[in-house]
């Protein structure tokens, strides 16, 4: 059971580039999520998926895009990459049990990504 | 607009003390809020889980409050370990997942 999964592991990109991040998670779960965490700033939510075919801007959306391409994947796209998206980017995904608020919540090993 | 905040930001205690750790949210609207612990350069591991109809959860010498009312909720460590240094983060659950910035707890030998 491989959990989530992120590729890639490490990235550089110049300025201006622009690279996919994937998450894929094999539980069966209906919620995925986009953070990045910067030193001293916790977790950021940049977008999250509440099911398949629906998408949601988290608290810093701009400059990405995302695509829940089925229950399984859920992507990050960074059209033209700036410094300011140097950060380590995680996916979660969780399963919620709206009638007694049982959850967990699962993260990815996350993706370290450099932009110059 | 839910906002999550955890006070304090570092804290450095030594070894064997006991220890509280704050955490505080504006919308009590919540399903669960959760604890974690992250160590340098890793991803984030789950410690406690409070549903919201609950008021407190224990593993080990952890163990976690929630008080919706007032939005708050704490998290206990008992005889504290120099392995317990990490940052420890709480998060909300409504529609999405909301996290504070992490407290950094340094237990000095």
């Known amino acids: 059971n491989a959990g989530v999964t992120q590729t890639p592991k490490f990235q550089v990109l110049k300025t201006g580039q622009s690279m996919t991040l994937q998450c894929a998670q094999d539980m069966n779960h209906n919620s995925m999520y986009w953070y990045r965490q910067d030193p001293g700033m916790g977790l950021r939510l940049i977008y999250y998926?509440?099911?398949?075919?629906?998408?949601d801007k988290g608290e810093v959306p701009n400059g990405y895009n995302v695509s829940r391409l089925n229950k399984r994947e859920f992507s990050l796209r960074l059209e033209s990459a700036a410094p300011s998206q140097t950060s380590v980017y995680f996916c979660?995904?969780?399963?919620?049990?709206?009638?007694?608020?049982?959850?967990?919540?699962?993260f990815g090993s996350g993706t370290q990504l450099s932009v110059l | 607009k839910q906002e999550v905040t955890q006070i304090p930001a570092a804290l450095s205690v030594p070894e064997g003390e006991n220890l509280v750790l704050n955490c505080s949210f504006t919308?009590?609207?919540?399903?669960?809020l959760q604890w974690f612990r992250q160590d340098p350069g890793k991803g984030l591991t789950s410690l406690l889980l409070?549903?919201?109809?609950?008021r407190e959860q224990t593993s080990g010498r952890l163990n976690a409050s929630l008080d919706k009312s007032s939005g708050r909720s704490t998290l206990y460590i008992a005889a504290s370990q120099p392995g317990d240094s990490a940052t420890y983060l709480c998060a909300v659950r409504d529609d999405k997942i909301i996290f504070g910035k992490g407290t950094r707890l340094h237990i000095l030998p």
């Open positions: 919308d009590s609207a919540i399903y669960n």
């Open positions: 409070i549903q919201s109809s609950q």
């Open positions: 998926s509440a099911s398949e075919g629906t998408t």
């Open positions: 979660a995904s969780s399963a919620l049990d709206r009638g007694h608020g049982n959850e967990k919540l699962f």
